[in-house]
């Protein structure tokens, strides 16, 4: 076990874990990417509610919600982590996991402070509702990243997220990956973007995507409504094409983006320690590590002594 706040040693921990060749792409990176990003994508600024202080996704109003469909995976490799250094946070650990994957693919280096606490419980949870819907448009896009606090080229820059992972029918309602390598942090993203024919494709779930066959890799590549709207919006489209145009000009914006992205909802002194209520009352609170085996309550257990359908759903949510 390291020392408390050797934050140093963790992160190498988690270097050494992106490498899954069981799973996706052969990297759990980009889905660290999108669990940093989900734990703090709930804040808002009118109420000053939301963000990664507490890790809310441990519990299931969060965890369960459909938005974060598939983030159990992500959670459940940060266990390992987790048991070596028990003494890290979940909302320290998550975003920078985050971070760390981002920059380990290529990406850029992502200013990063620790002291997040955890939740003792769920009493202080946003609501559901918060994180974008992949099927809407622009005004839609504007709606959900306004609140947080983001400008157009902001959010036009965070999309470039997309040049990493790929979508699960059975978690989004979505197919496929955007890039042709889905585990290297490039530009590629906003090229392809205009630089292709995209047509509409009807899943067998009735979602509606938008796809490209890229015969020199014979992949077939695909991009969201949402995608689709930063081109069909002249404002976003400028920024598309500066990104496309100007690599270091968008690692540059993404960068300062993520970092104020994992901030969002923190108040820090000027020597950085955190003074949100919760961490001047609890201090560097640590939620304790999950079990290995899930409980089954009795209410969610089936007449044969096995989890229900809603309970396995309820578990699976933990995770």
Known sequence: MSSQGNFDVVRKDIVKLLKQPGYDDGSIGPVLVRLAWHSSGTYDAETDTGGSNGAGMRYEHEGGDPANAGLQHARVFMESIKTKHPWITYSDLWT??????????????IPWQGGRTDFVDDSKLSPRGRLPDATKGADHLRWIFNRMGFNDREIVALSGAHSLGRCHIDRSGFEGQWVNNPTRFSNQYYRLLLSRQWKTKTLPNGVEQFFHYDEDSETELMMLPSDMAL????TFKQYV???????????????AVFAKLIELGIA?????RITNTDNEKGGYRSAPKKKDAPTVRADIVGPGGEPSKKGKDKIRARL
Not at 96 to 109: H, K, S, T
Not at 268 to 272: E, K, L, T, Y
């Open 96 to 109: 920078l996991a985050g971070v760390v994957a981002i920059q380990e693919m290529d990406g850029p280096e």
């Open 241 to 255: 094409e500066l990104y496309a145009k100007d690599k270091d000009v968008f690692f540059e914006d993404f960068a």
């Open 268 to 272: 820090r002194d000027a020597q950085g």
């Open 231 to 234: 081109l069909a919006d002249d």
